[in-house]
């Protein structure tokens, strides 16, 4: 199976919307949602939980009321706060999970518990099986949950016999990121023409760059700031990075987000028409294999700066 994924440096560059028309055109794809912090590709596709399956990430310190003698110790050694030793009780949302007040406490009161961090789903769309998650607020681990969604998705690809994995990966760089396009067959990363969203662009070709995975570009609003596109193009032309597409701004663009509809299934002109030549010239690139060694070579030696 081949697998794509959908990245952008920064957040509202219009991804999720690309990869829910890219869900509605392939034929023979499991779509995966790796944003476990703030997910919504659901808003769009609207799944149907099938599976619901408990994620523990992290660890938490708890008390044993009847071990503790209230000497204070672990209180005091912990750096947030998190132990309320008159209630003998520890707070889920300032405890880090260090593991200081278990070693430091001289009667084996406190230990460390796996905590419950979020749930991952197996689920089905109108556009097939679908991977996805949703951490717990203020929990960390994101990279994990994303790593237990691809895992499941490729399940879901061997189960159905799907020959493609679509990813709507996070934003920014983090290890959520690195956790979504680790091991994929091509990164689509999509920018828009701004000063901010030329410097993320920059971030994130770092990030696949460092991964030797092979990398194309949309432009997204290209036509907000020409001046900034014509950057962006001369930039990837430098380096070998093939530019697959330009989305022009298209108010049926929100329209189709209110409207719960991917854009290409909403509109026939503008902006869904581009998403769908930007989806024809990414199955051509999907002899991705054939053009991954051009393309990591190309990347060694590109130019620092936009």
């Not at 895992?151 to 956790?179: M, S």
């Not at 962006?232 to 597409?245: L, P, S, T």
Request: aromatic share 4%; glycine share 10%; with cysteine.
């Amino acid at each position: 199976m081949k697998q794509l994924c959908i990245v952008s440096g920064k957040g509202g560059t219009g991804k999720t919307s690309i990869v829910a028309s890219f869900a509605s055109l392939a034929d023979n794809a499991v779509i995966a949602d790796c944003d476990v912090d703030a997910p919504d590709l659901h808003l769009i596709l609207k799944p149907e939980i099938k599976e619901k399956m408990e994620f523990k990430g992290s660890k938490s310190a708890f008390i044993d009321e009847n071990r503790c003698t209230r000497c204070g110790i672990c209180e005091e050694r912990c750096r947030f706060s998190a132990i309320d030793l008159e209630n003998l009780e520890v707070s889920p949302i300032l405890c880090e999970g260090c593991g200081v007040c278990e070693t430091s406490c001289p009667e084996g009161a406190v230990t460390l518990q796996d905590r419950l961090s979020g749930y991952a789903y197996l689920s089905e769309t109108g556009y097939g099986p679908m991977a996805h998650a949703k951490l717990n607020i203020a929990e960390e681990a994101s990279g994990k949950l994303v790593t237990l969604v691809r895992e499941n998705a490729k399940a879901l690809a061997e189960r159905y016999g799907k020959e493609h994995i679509i990813i709507d990966g996070p934003p920014g760089i983090g290890c959520a990121v690195i956790a979504s396009l680790s091991g994929v067959d091509l990164a689509l990363i999509v920018t828009e023409p701004t000063v901010s969203g030329i410097h993320d662009l920059e971030r994130i070709l770092g990030v696949t760059e460092h991964f030797g995975l092979l990398s194309i570009v949309c432009i997204n609003k290209y036509d907000l700031n020409e001046v900034n596109t014509g950057k962006i193009e001369g930039y990837c032309q430098k380096n070998g990075i093939d530019v697959a597409g330009k989305i022009s701004f298209d108010p049926v663009v929100t329209k189709a987000m209110v409207a719960e509809k991917p854009v290409v299934e909403f509109s026939d002109g503008g902006a869904a028409e581009e998403i769908k030549r930007l989806w024809g010239n990414v199955k051509e690139l999907g002899k991705w294999s054939a053009h991954c060694v051009k393309t990591k070579s190309a990347m060694k030696g590109r130019t620092a700066r936009i």
